[in-house]
């Protein structure tokens, strides 16, 4: 059974960091967690993601420079998130699924949490 609770985010200023975590059960060596966020009145878009290796990562390109996604020994998927600008924020929710930036490969999802990135 895979299970994913997102947790962080929260209320953020411009220029400002702030760290989401992913804790993560069931996922194998052969599957691939992903960040992804969703903004009022946009579709879900694609963030981060990690190989559950750790071997390989990929970012989107409004993010690459400023986040970091990585995972630790105790399963969480975190991502760190510096320089956030007001269109970071969303909805982010971490997903398990295949090595890809298309929301649709991906099969189980978090709750979500928000960020909200503020001046």
């Known amino acids: 059974q895979v299970q994913l609770t997102e947790s962080g985010g929260g209320f953020v200023q411009v220029g400002g960091s702030t760290r989401l975590s992913c804790a993560a059960s069931g996922v194998t060596f052969s599957d691939t967690v992903g960040w992804f966020r969703q903004a009022p009145g946009k579709d879900r878009e694609f963030v981060a993601a990690i190989s559950w290796t750790g071997v390989m990562t990929d970012y989107a390109d409004s993010v690459k420079g400023r986040f970091t996604i990585s995972r630790d020994i105790k399963n969480s998927v975190d991502l760190q998130m510096n320089s956030l600008k007001a269109e970071d924020t969303g909805v982010y929710y971490c997903?398990?699924?295949?090595?890809?930036?298309?929301?649709?490969?991906?099969?189980?999802w978090g709750q979500g949490t928000q960020v909200t990135v503020s001046s």
């Open positions: 997903a398990r699924g295949a090595y890809s930036r298309a929301p649709e490969n991906y099969d189980y």
